[in-house]
């Protein structure tokens, strides 16, 4: 917990005015042991497959009905940022000119979060983009822009510093939302001047914070993502906030050219990088 919460509750402030368990796991395993379906994606650089996780149906369901839609036919990777991901699916990007800005374009809807444990930011995987906490604390995903993650390798003490930055941040989040609880009471407080109830305040709040998060289980990455991470590598900060749900099977070589592809100030390749079709296998 940083040691000065007075400004986020200021900042709050400004934001304010501006079935049983045996079942589910055989249901799970059942998803498991179907088939998956593929996609081909034949870009500009080579051809990309995907395999897409039933345990995840309302993106999987969405993603093929795109595909058949052809929605993503002539599309662009608009944004690819080395040891990162590259991101595609804007439908304005199909006919945008050489210096449109991309990255806005979707569909009409948004598809519900479906964070599953098993699932993470490892190379390789497919995940839904989304707009960002603010505006959408659900963490609704896209209806149709995704990307591709390439990442880089961590090491352990990496990855455990990354761990108690998750677990900071989630106490923060849990003192914003008190805070916001109690916005009268600090605007009549800020607006009297009086300072020395806005500490009481903020010390009450952080400590009720803190209770809080200690009731909840603390993130941790497991050891399948840790060696994940520290040898094939990926983008272990994007955990449990945008929903992974299918990976590269074939082509991640073509995967790995388009990351390396010259970009400008947007993350936009210079020369156009286009999925020419998508296609169910």
Same mark, same amino acid.
């Given at each position: 917990?940083?040691? &000065? ?34 996609? $081909? ?5 080579? &051809? ?13 369901? &969405? ?7 052809? #929605? ?7 944004? #690819? ?102 916005? $009268? ?68 070589? #073509? ?27």
């Amino acid at each position: 917990m940083t040691s &000065n919460k007075i400004l986020l509750i200021c900042l709050a402030f400004i934001a304010l005015t501006a079935c049983n368990a045996g079942s589910k796991r055989q249901t799970n395993h059942h998803m498991e042991n179907e088939k998956r379906t593929l996609v $081909k994606l034949e870009t500009t650089m080579g &051809n990309i497959t995907v395999a897409l996780y039933n345990e995840t149906p309302k993106h999987r369901d &969405n993603f093929i009905k795109l595909v058949k839609e052809g #929605v993503y036919d002539s599309t662009l990777f608009h944004r #690819v940022i080395k040891q990162f991901m590259i991101q595609a699916g804007d439908p304005d990007s199909k006919n945008a000119s050489d210096t449109a800005m991309l990255g806005s374009g979707d569909v009409g809807y948004t598809i519900p979060a479906e964070f599953n444990p098993k699932f993470f930011h490892k190379k390789g995987v497919l995940a839904a983009a989304r707009q960002g906490d603010d505006v959408n604390p659900e963490k609704a995903s896209s209806g149709c822009q995704f990307y591709i993650v390439t990442g880089r390798k961590f090491t352990e003490p990496q990855l455990l510093g990354m761990e108690n930055k998750i677990n900071e941040q989630r106490e923060e989040a849990l003192f914003d939302s008190l805070a916001r609880q109690h916005m $009268k009471e600090i605007y009549k407080m800020r607006k009297a001047g009086d300072n020395a109830g806005l500490l009481e305040l903020q010390d009450t709040l952080e400590a009720q914070a803190r209770e809080l998060a200690d009731k909840e289980e603390k993130f941790r990455f497991t050891p399948e993502q840790i060696k994940a991470y520290s040898t094939i590598g990926g983008a272990p900060h994007l955990d449990g906030s945008y929903t992974v749900f299918g990976e590269v099977t074939e082509g991640m070589e #073509v995967v790995d050219n388009i990351e390396i592809a010259k970009t400008n100030r947007a993350d936009r390749p210079i020369e156009n990088i286009r999925i020419l079709k998508a296609s169910i296998q």
